[in-house]
Structure formats: C-alpha cells, structure tokens
C-alpha cells in the first residue's frame, strides 16, 4: 500500500467526495443518502496526500451485535494496492466479536469478503424499473387503508419492523422517513400491517423498505409507491419473497436484473422475519 494514503474515518464534511468517489466507480450515492449513511453508521476511506479520497466502507449499526456493510469502494486508479481489505477491516473492527456483519456483494468484492471471512448465507433479487414504465394491470385486492407515514408514527411502525428486520433501528427509520418522497404505511381495524418508503435518488427511486404481514398488503403498498411517479425505480427483495417479487413487480414494470449474494461475518444466521419484503438499501440491509 502506498504509505502516503492515510485511513481516517470520515464525517459530514467528506459527503462530497464520497459522491465523487461513488461516482468513479459507476454509482449513483447522493448528499441525501450519504447523510443518513453518516447519521446512523460510520464511513471509513484512505486519502492521499492531496487529501483525495479514494477508497471507502461503511458499516451501519443497528445494535451491538448486529450491522450492515456497505459502500466498500476503492478507485480505479489505486486498485491491487491492499486499499479494499484494510477498508473493509477498518468498519468491521468497530463491531464486537461474535457480531452479525451482514453485506450484499458485487460479483468484484466476492472473493475479498470471501478471504476475510465471509460467507455466503443469501441472495437478494434485483429489480429495476425504466423510466417512464408504471401503470399496474389489476389494481391491488384492498387490504385496509393506506395512510401517509408520518415522523410521528415511528414507534408504531418500529414494532412491525422489529420483527422484520430482527433488530431495532428506529433511528434509522427517523431518517429515512426524513429523506422519503414517499411514505405509507397501511392500517386495518386501527392496527398497522406493514409500511413502505420511497426514496428519490440522483439516478432512480428505491423502494424500500417494505414491510407486511403479507404479500397482500406488500402488493398494496409497493403499488402506491411504485405509481407515485413515472421515474426510474429500483427494489431489492430478500430471498424468502422472491416468487412474491417474480409475480407481482413485473406488473408496474420491473425486470429482475441480478441476484447478488448476501454474505455474513463468518456465515452467521440473519435475523430477517418473514415481514421483510424490500431492503432499504443494499447499503443499508
């Protein structure tokens, strides 16, 4: 490793050069999403002596015992040179040992995590949807009613999401209802049944996460979203609910487009509960 690149942890007044740096690999991480990454993680990167950044890895905490990797990015320009192993270690030596460190890989970063340590527990499917595409065949069968998703609603969502997810992440939730251009979430006999955020990026929507109590209200709520704007969207759908995803996305006008796989410290078990019908984010889980 070149000696003059030095591993820092980043804060706020790095968000720019993480879009850059995201940006010269191909990716679409704007000042929005890199904020709430920095509200509720810690992002480290190697800089030169110019102060460029060029590499990164960020690590999501939800508990003590659990977190989510993502947005491991090293330069073009400084690849082969040991920058993505020591990123990499850098975010996972904030977690405790015996930690659940989850992360979806790309087909590049499979055989580092794999030397690190990581194994493969999972996979995600992707879908994305063009611009322009909408419109659902047969409108949803009406599971109760869909309502905005308030800040104030938080802790009423966070129980459902607890057994989703498996850990509470509440103030991630905060933020992301924060950033969302969308937010519903589906009410039946005064008793919430699942939720759904749209968040508008530099180059597409995501979708997610959402989360139900069945592939009902996950149809109702992905379809409000989904129909909300004629923009480019995106879902990531874990494993368990990939025949939900193959019958019902293709309706608005998704295509599955990859299948990466979700890796885990060591091979340890996820806590998603059958609930889970969208990540937040690849970065986020």
């Given amino acids: 490793m070149d000696l003059?690149?030095?591993?820092?942890?980043?804060?706020?007044h790095d968000i720019n050069s993480l879009v850059r740096l995201s940006a010269a690999v191909g990716w679409d991480y704007d000042v929005a999403e890199i904020g709430t990454?920095?509200?509720v993680g810690r992002v480290f990167g190697h800089k030169t002596a110019a102060g460029e950044l060029v590499s990164s890895a960020a690590v999501a905490s939800y508990a003590p015992d659990m977190a989510h990797m993502g947005m491991v990015i090293v330069h073009p320009d400084f690849r082969r040179g040991g920058l993505g192993k020591d990123v990499t270690a850098a975010a996972l030596?904030?977690?405790?040992i015996g930690s659940c460190v989850s992360l979806v890989s790309t087909p590049e970063g499979l055989s580092l995590y794999e030397k690190m340590g990581f194994e493969v527990v999972s996979v995600v499917h992707k879908y994305v949807r063009s611009q322009g595409l909408s419109g659902y065949a047969d409108k949803p069968i009406d599971q109760g009613n869909v309502v905005s998703l308030?800040?104030?609603?938080?802790?009423?969502v966070n129980a459902l999401d607890v057994q989703a997810f498996?850990?509470?992440?509440?103030?991630?939730?905060?933020?992301?209802?924060?950033?969302?251009?969308?937010?519903?979430?589906?009410?039946?006999?005064?008793?919430i049944q699942g939720?759904?955020?749209?968040?508008?990026?530099?180059?597409?929507?995501?979708?997610?996460?959402?989360?139900?109590?069945?592939?009902?209200?996950?149809t109702q709520l992905t379809a409000q979203i989904a129909q909300a704007t004629m923009d480019a969207m995106r879902i990531d759908v874990p494993a368990q609910h990939a025949d939900w995803a193959a019958c019902e996305l293709p309706r608005w006008g998704f295509a599955?487009?990859?299948?990466?796989p979700v890796m885990?410290?060591?091979?340890?078990?996820?806590?998603?509960?059958?609930?889970?019908?969208?990540?937040?984010?690849q970065v986020f889980g």
């Fill in 4 to 12: 003059s690149l030095r591993l820092e942890t980043l804060d706020v």
């Fill in 37 to 39: 990454l920095l509200a």
């Fill in 93 to 96: 030596g904030v977690m405790t």
């Fill in 150 to 156: 308030r800040l104030d609603d938080i802790e009423r």
């Fill in 166 to 191: 498996g850990v509470d992440r509440r103030e991630f939730l905060r933020h992301r209802v924060r950033q969302a251009s969308a937010g519903w979430m589906l009410v039946n006999d005064a008793q």
């Fill in 195 to 218: 939720y759904a955020l749209g968040i508008k990026g530099a180059a597409s929507w995501i979708l997610g996460p959402v989360v139900a109590r069945d592939d009902g209200v996950a």
């Fill in 256 to 260: 599955k487009v990859a299948e990466p």
């Fill in 264 to 281: 885990t410290y060591h091979g340890r078990p996820l806590r998603f509960g059958k609930g889970l019908y969208a990540l937040a984010a």
